[in-house]
């Protein structure tokens, strides 16, 4: 079946530490992105890429970063420097062809700071 | 001004009531309009498309208006598995998508 998978679907982490969560599609789509969700409130870019060894920042990227080194794959580490990191991670992800294409997501992992 | 905005909710309605969401958008270059359903702790998921025509799928309605800026979904004949939070999502020519915050709505018994 295709879809995205993200790993692991609860992380807690002690203050001062780097996590890094997994997200994989096998979609074979061009784009992926990272959202962050906290309660009550809707999505928030964080990183985003369109092609292979290429990402740009979204509208909160400070204390994430990111790589995308396969089609398949876009990690999201959590940098200590992030001072609110407890929240609902979602990764997504598009083609970039055609006209009206959506994003799909993936099951998204919870991170707790502790 | 939010590029998106949509009802505060939460709505709580009988099972079997109609219910309409509304939603607005900043951008008048927005190209792609849909409505995400998100259920509590989960990821979002398509609900539909939204299309200059308008579309129906079942007892979902949705309608754009770009002249406005708006978009709308109707549910009708509420069922208790319809309760959700609903996600209008607007994306520009090669933008990105832009959520916005969400309603919630809750069908009683």
């Known amino acids: 079946d295709g879809g995205i998978t993200q790993s692991p679907k609860y992380l807690f982490r002690k203050e001062g530490q780097n996590v890094t969560l997994s997200c994989e599609q096998n979609?074979?789509?061009?784009?992926m992105y990272w959202y962050r969700q906290d309660p009550g409130q809707g999505l928030r870019l964080i990183y985003y890429?369109?092609?292979?060894?290429?990402?740009q920042k979204g509208d909160i990227a400070e204390g994430y970063s990111v790589s995308r080194e396969k089609k398949e794959s876009f990690p999201l580490t959590v940098t200590s420097a992030q001072k609110n990191p407890t929240a609902f991670y979602l990764c997504?992800?598009?083609?970039?062809?055609?006209?009206?294409?959506?994003?799909?997501f993936g099951p998204g992992t919870r991170l707790t700071v502790l | 001004r939010k590029e998106v905005e949509q009802d505060p909710g939460p709505f709580n309605v009988p099972e079997g009531a109609t219910v309409a969401f509304n939603c607005t958008y900043s951008?008048?270059?927005?190209?792609?309009f849909f409505w995400y359903r998100q259920d509590c702790r989960k990821e979002p998921k398509l609900l539909m498309s939204?299309?200059?025509s308008g579309n129906e799928d079942g007892r979902f309605t949705a309608q754009l208006n770009r002249a406005s800026q708006y978009i709308s979904l109707l549910i009708r004949d509420s069922k208790l598995s319809d309760s959700a939070t609903y996600l209008c999502?607007?994306?520009?020519?090669?933008?990105?998508?832009?959520f916005g915050p969400g309603t919630r709505l809750s069908v009683l018994p």
């Open positions: 939204v299309y200059s």
């Open positions: 890429s369109q092609i292979v060894n290429d990402f």
């Open positions: 999502v607007v994306r520009g020519y090669g933008q990105n998508f832009v």
């Open positions: 979609l074979n789509h061009d784009a």
């Open positions: 997504a992800s598009s083609t970039t062809s055609g006209r009206d294409y959506e994003q799909f």
């Open positions: 951008n008048s270059a927005s190209q792609s």
